[in-house]
């Protein structure tokens, strides 16, 4: 087959060689229902990209609950009627600025 | 050269298969990897450290040939279009993957070929095993051509129509392989 010049490593590389084609690798593991997983990987790359959008909603779902909850913990509370506004007594002289006109 | 006892499909069926495939016929795709996993998965398990990784290389030799489905001219068989992609997926999974460990000393696997105790000479598998840990230590492409020219038996010819390279490389290639390959197992580790 080969046109090398052939000294004693070689012929123990062919004996290995010759000895290792006898030797097939055992595919049948992996031969079995294989043609069912090449096809999933296929239409799993078929799909377009709306088609994930579902899987994110519970992420979204999540996200929103714990924004909401944070912005309602940490953001001042601010009266809606001057009485109020009034009543609190931090803002009094602001307030009564305000509503004077000065 | 293909692998003794494996189906070779009619060339006109695997047309036919392949055109319905383009048309968007799954089950013909499917049918068309039913008929050729075998080749492409023995071809693969040359180069595979372990079932997963010849699992990985079986379906992305797949995936390629379903991507590039439109490119098949026909002109050839359905089988040696299949093999070229087959190769170039293996040899692109040598260049990404890194020197890999020594698993196995092969120091400690020439001993116990040498060992008169063990027999008269290496069994088939632990020849198998000892050329595997040597070809882990070549170069890719020495990986591959000598995978191809002397594992597979190929011819030059074969061997440069599946890689794309000239014949003269094929040659050079497979001639350095070879030295690193004696020299490997003869226990000279050229690290």
């Known amino acids: ?102 | 050269m293909y692998a003794p006892g494996v189906p070779v499909a009619v060339p006109d069926e695997d047309a036919v298969l392949v055109r319905s495939a383009i048309g968007g016929d799954d089950e013909a795709f499917k049918e068309l990897v039913r008929r050729h996993k075998g080749t492409v998965l023995r071809s693969a398990a040359r180069f595979a450290r372990n079932p997963e990784e010849l699992d990985d290389l079986g379906q992305e030799t797949f995936l390629r040939v379903y991507r590039d489905l439109r490119s098949f001219r026909g002109d050839a068989p359905f089988r040696h279009w299949l093999s070229r992609i087959t190769v170039h997926v293996c040899y692109d999974a040598l260049r990404k993957r890194r020197r890999e460990e020594k698993d196995v000393s092969l120091e400690v696997l020439a001993a116990t070929v040498a060992d008169p105790s063990t027999g008269n000479g290496p069994s088939a598998w632990l020849a198998r095993m000892i050329l595997d840990q040597a070809m882990s230590r070549l170069k890719p492409e020495d990986r591959l051509v000598i995978t191809l020219y002397e594992l597979e038996d190929r011819s030059v010819r074969e061997v440069a129509e599946l890689t794309g390279w000239s014949e003269t490389r094929v040659k050079v290639r497979a001639f350095r392989a070879r030295q690193a390959l004696k020299r490997l197992i003869g226990g000279d580790d050229e690290r």
């Open chain 1, 1 to 102: 087959m080969n046109d090398k010049p052939h000294d004693r490593s070689d012929v123990e590389l062919d004996r290995y060689i010759a000895l290792a084609r006898q030797a097939p690798p055992d595919i049948s593991g992996v031969e079995r229902n294989f043609e069912t997983r090449v096809m999933a990987r296929i239409r799993e790359g078929r799909e377009p990209w709306y088609a994930w959008a579902w899987r994110l909603v519970p992420i979204f779902l999540v996200l929103t609950i714990l924004l909401s909850g944070w912005s309602l913990s940490s953001s001042p509370v601010h009266p809606a009627d001057p009485v109020t506004m009034l009543a609190s007594g931090t803002q009094e002289v602001a307030l009564l600025d305000n509503l004077t006109g000065e």
